[in-house]
C-alpha cells in the first residue's frame, strides 16, 4: 500500500481530535518514509500517584499506591522503523524505507517489530488523510482518501528509539490489515496482490489501544467501515 500521508491541516486540530497539547510548530504536510512526522505515545508519569484511604478504619498513614493515570504526548519521528538491532546510521536509514508500514499479521513474530511490540511501545499516527494509486484505468490515479465528515484519523502504529555511538533515531511504522473484501479499498493498490489498508481506530479509543494488554490489542485492528470513508482523485495542479 502507499507509504504517503497528509499531516493535521492545523495545530489546534491535535488537541481537538485527541485531547493532547498543540504542537508549537508545524511539519511539512505530506509525510514519506525518511520524513519527520508526528505521532502520539503513552507517557509514564514520574511518580506514583497516592490514593488516600476510603474505606472506615483504613490506616491513614500508609496509604494506598494506585496505577497512575494514562497520560498521551506527541512525539516527534521518522517516518520508518529503525529496529534497536540495526548497527549504525547508515543501515537504518537504507532500512527505514522498508519499515514505514506493517503487516499487523506479522509484528508480533517478525525480527524488526517483535520486541518493539512486546514492550508495548504502541502509538497513533495522525493524519487528514492517505494517498493510495487507482489501477482500474491501467494507469497510476492518485487518489487522496479521507474521512467522509472531514475529520483527523488516527491509525494504529508503533514507535522505536534507536542509539548507537552519540547517535540517536526516533521512528515509527503504521500498522495495515488485510482490505481485499473492503468496499472502498478494494478498488486500490495493482491487482494480483493483496489489498492493504492503515488500521484505522475508532475514535475514542486512542486511550484503550495505547494501554490495551498485549494480548487484546490485536482486536483494534480491523478494517475501518467503508461508509466512513471518502476517495477523491488528486488534482494536478497547474504550472
Known sequence: MSTQYECLKSADLYAE?????????LLDKEVWPRKQGFFIRKALLSSPVTAQPSEPGADASAPALQAAPLVMELAQGQFGLVPTWVKSASDAKLRSTKLAVTRYETMSTSTNTRDTWLSGQRCII??????????????????????VDGKPMGVAGLWERWAKDGEEITSFTLLTVNANSHALMNRYQQNGNE??????????????????????AREFM???????????PVQKSKT
Not at 481530535?17 to 510548530?25: E, K, L, N, S, Y
Not at 489489498?195 to 487484546?216: Q, V
Not at 480491523?222 to 477523491?232: E, I, K, S
Open 17 to 25: 481530535a485527541f485531547g493532547i497539547a498543540a504542537p508549537a510548530h
Open 126 to 147: 495522525p493524519m487528514q488523510a492517505f494517498f493510495e494509486d487507482d489501477w482500474r484505468s491501467g494507469k497510476a490515479v492518485p487518489t487522496r482518501i479521507a474521512r
Open 195 to 216: 489489498k492493504r489498508m492503515p488500521a484505522i481506530l475508532n475514535e475514542g479509543s486512542w486511550a484503550a489501544w495505547l494501554s490495551a494488554p498485549t494480548d487484546k
Open 222 to 232: 480491523r478494517a475501518y467501515p467503508a461508509q466512513l470513508l471518502l476517495a477523491n
